[in-house]
């Protein structure tokens, strides 16, 4: 069911009685972000169990930290900076890949997605992850556009495999193939820039 967006009045009404220790104000306040924060999730996780898990998560640590909550910004974009930042150690936790391995590389699309919606504009990238974004812009620069499209696709829109071959005339085994391909591609130019020390 869809929820109108809460005005601001009602908001800190309501955060102020959360803090107070009230469970059903708290309560309107989940309701009223938990579809946002579940799809913030759902693109970029491409794990619906594990992104409705971290959802959840995300509003435990925000009843815990209430109390730093101090309104400067509105409750849905301070939860959507937990959640950032939930999905960085989500995502951190799960790089034993190489790089350019598909979390490795959805871990540097999903950086690239948060710093050009600056859904936590305080936050700036660790410094090693602003040298493997740099590589990344630069690698992606030189891939031919029907190459970015698909990465497009795949890691910005957050389609799944399946959804990107049935809106096209290619099979599914086809667009595998693509994608780990352009991953190989990217693995190699990315290596050469970082160099021998990564």
């Given at each position: 069911?869809?929820?109108?967006?809460?005005?601001?009045?009602?908001?800190?009404?309501?955060?102020?009685?959360?803090?107070?220790?009230?469970?059903?104000?708290?309560?309107?306040?989940?309701?009223?972000?938990?579809?946002?924060?579940?799809?913030?999730?759902?693109?970029?996780?491409?794990?619906?169990?594990?992104?409705?898990?971290?959802?959840?998560?995300?509003?435990?640590?925000?009843?815990?930290?209430?109390?730093?909550?101090?309104?400067?910004?509105?409750?849905?974009?301070?939860?959507?900076?937990?959640?950032?930042?939930h999905l960085r150690n989500w995502l951190r936790q799960r790089r034993?890949?190489?790089?350019?391995?598909?979390?490795?590389?959805?871990?540097?699309?999903?950086?690239?997605?948060?710093?050009?919606?600056?859904?936590?504009?305080?936050?700036?990238?660790?410094?090693?992850?602003?040298?493997?974004?740099?590589?990344?812009?630069?690698?992606?620069?030189?891939?031919?556009?029907?190459?970015?499209?698909?990465?497009?696709?795949?890691?910005?829109?957050?389609?799944?495999?399946?959804?990107?071959?049935?809106?096209?005339?290619?099979?599914?085994?086809?667009?595998?193939?693509?994608?780990?391909?352009?991953?190989?591609?990217?693995?190699?130019?990315?290596?050469?820039?970082?160099?021998?020390?990564?």
């Open positions: 069911m869809c929820r109108h967006m809460m005005d601001e009045s009602t908001e800190k009404t309501l955060i102020n009685a959360s803090k107070l220790g009230d469970i059903a104000a708290f309560d309107e306040l989940v309701k009223s972000n938990q579809a946002s924060i579940r799809a913030y999730f759902r693109m970029r996780v491409f794990d619906w169990a594990a992104a409705d898990d971290l959802a959840q998560e995300v509003f435990l640590t925000a009843y815990k930290r209430l109390g730093t909550f101090r309104g400067e910004a509105r409750f849905g974009a301070w939860t959507r900076g937990i959640a950032s930042n034993d890949e190489p790089v350019g391995g598909g979390e490795e590389l959805q871990s540097l699309f999903t950086s690239q997605i948060d710093l050009s919606y600056q859904f936590e504009s305080s936050v700036e990238p660790e410094p090693e992850e602003a040298v493997m974004l740099a590589a990344l812009d630069n690698c992606l620069s030189k891939l031919g556009r029907s190459a970015r499209s698909l990465l497009d696709e795949r890691y910005h829109v957050g389609k799944t495999v399946r959804e990107i071959a049935d809106g096209t005339s290619r099979g599914y085994s086809a667009i595998v193939m693509q994608l780990l391909r352009i991953r190989k591609i990217l693995a190699t130019c990315i290596r050469q820039q970082l160099g021998p020390t990564r």
